[in-house]
């Protein structure tokens, strides 16, 4: 995998792997997440199309300032780092949180996207897991340092490094982990739950596309879910499968929340058969890169 590369945008550093040639991929990673949970898949798709994965701002290596962390504001982040690259267009991937923010930049900027792939996403449902609603409730900024400690932690990703060293850890708990352990830094404590309460609260998710899938209708869209997430459920896949019904749906047995670590190759084959069997919109405007 190629290395990590920062650039600057609006005066914040956002961390963005770039590898590959050809048609763009634009990858957008979940709440709790960076590039890293895509290191399945990446490698293999770019050996035929320009991949582009960044640590979304307040993840990752990224910066993460006290700002708008709203799908919008993701959604006008993105394009400004697609022009910075020079990207007119892109097939745009977004999982769980990633998802949202794809359908947001679908809407704000239509000409930047060429197809439309949706990992567990969220935004088509009221419905998430009990964890999230209750980090979204009001004094979970008191309860993560102590449900998160350094020592803890240090201590856990000693077991985490041994346990895959001995092939025994699922690549769905490594995921998990990996949100869970960056909880110690404070500032990425803040970002998540700015983030988090902009598209949940107790009840569940309170932001949802579901009414608006119709604006782009004849856009290539791809749904890829897995049948045993425990934290989108997949009847979130079929509802929007019946609002969009030209949509392509692919519905993974035995597979969680992680379908890109779970069932790398699958899902990357899915997307490049995706891409190879649908033609996009041209983009209509000229973009300067960098």
Not at 203 to 227: C, M, Y
Request: proline share 6%; aromatic share 6%.
């Amino acid at each position: 995998m190629s290395e990590t590369k920062c650039i600057e945008i609006h005066g914040e550093q956002i961390a963005v792997l770039d590898e590959g040639q050809g048609e763009a991929l634009l990858l957008i990673h979940g709440i709790g997440g960076s590039s890293q949970t895509w290191r399945a898949i990446l490698p293999r798709l770019a050996k035929k199309y320009r991949v582009i994965a960044p640590d979304l701002l307040g993840h990752g290596q990224s910066s993460k300032p006290r700002t708008d962390y709203s799908l919008g504001a993701f959604a006008v982040g993105l394009r400004d780092l697609l022009d910075e690259l020079g990207v007119e267009s892109a097939t745009v991937v977004g999982h769980s949180l990633g998802g949202g923010i794809a359908m947001q930049f679908l809407y704000q900027h239509p000409d930047h996207c060429r197809r439309l792939v949706l990992i567990s996403s969220g935004g088509l449902g009221p419905e998430v897991g009990l964890i999230l609603r209750l980090l979204a409730a009001p004094g979970a900024e008191l309860i993560l340092p102590v449900i998160a400690p350094s020592p803890v932690l240090r201590a856990g990703n000693s077991v985490r490094s041994w346990l895959s060293s001995l092939g025994l850890q699922s690549p769905r708990g490594a995921e998990i982990w990996n949100a869970y352990s960056s909880f110690s830094d404070r500032q990425t404590r803040d970002a998540f739950l700015r983030t988090l309460r902009s598209v949940v609260d107790h009840r569940g998710q309170s932001v949802s596309a579901l009414n608006r899938l119709k604006l782009r209708e004849g856009l290539p869209t791809l749904a890829i879910w897995g049948e045993q997430d425990a934290i989108i459920p997949v009847e979130h896949a079929y509802s929007a499968h019946k609002a969009r019904p030209d949509s392509r749906l692919e519905v993974l047995p035995g597979v969680g929340h992680f379908a890109q670590v779970e069932a790398p190759i699958e899902v990357a084959d899915l997307i490049d058969d995706f891409i190879s069997t649908t033609v996009g919109p041209e983009p209509h405007i000229a973009r300067q890169g960098s």
